[in-house]
């Protein structure tokens, strides 16, 4: 069975980074897509960017132009490089790998949660004002 696992969150000040990284154990890697989530405090758990088999990327209007997914099926991780953070990306992030297997996923697909059949545990992000 597919395990995600999610590191590099932490505490960071407005305008900072981070890179968070997410490997998967198991046989299955390559062969789905990947996204990223968050969920903020109070509220409901959302898309932040995905990642499909192709390369073919996308991400949130709230996150895009600072946030950049990729992937190493050699190293069966996908990582999600955050810069000029706010308050508002104060989140748990969690990767998940998609229930289907496809080449291509279009943006409707890949921003569904319904689409994902794995989830990792989550890592903390705070970004302080």
Do not use: H
């Not at 000040?13 to 390559?30: D, K, N, P, V, Y």
């Not at 996308?58 to 490089?81: C, H, M, P, W």
């Not at 953070?85 to 279009?106: E, G, H, M």
């Amino acid at each position: 069975q597919v395990q995600l696992v999610e590191s590099g969150g932490g505490l960071v000040q407005a305008g900072g980074s981070l890179r968070l990284s997410c490997t998967a154990s198991g046989r299955t890697f390559s062969d789905r897509a990947m996204g990223w989530f968050r969920q903020a405090p109070g509220k409901e758990r959302e898309f932040v960017a995905g990642i499909s088999r192709s390369g073919e990327r996308y991400y949130a209007e709230s996150v895009e132009g600072r946030f950049t997914i990729d992937r190493d099926n050699a190293q069966k991780k996908v990582s999600l490089q955050m810069n000029s953070l706010n308050s508002n990306d104060t989140a748990v992030y969690y990767c998940a790998k998609t229930r289907r297997v496809a080449f291509f996923a279009s943006r409707q697909y890949l921003s569904a949660q319904g689409s994902y059949e794995t989830w990792g545990q989550g890592t903390q992000v705070t970004v302080s004002s």
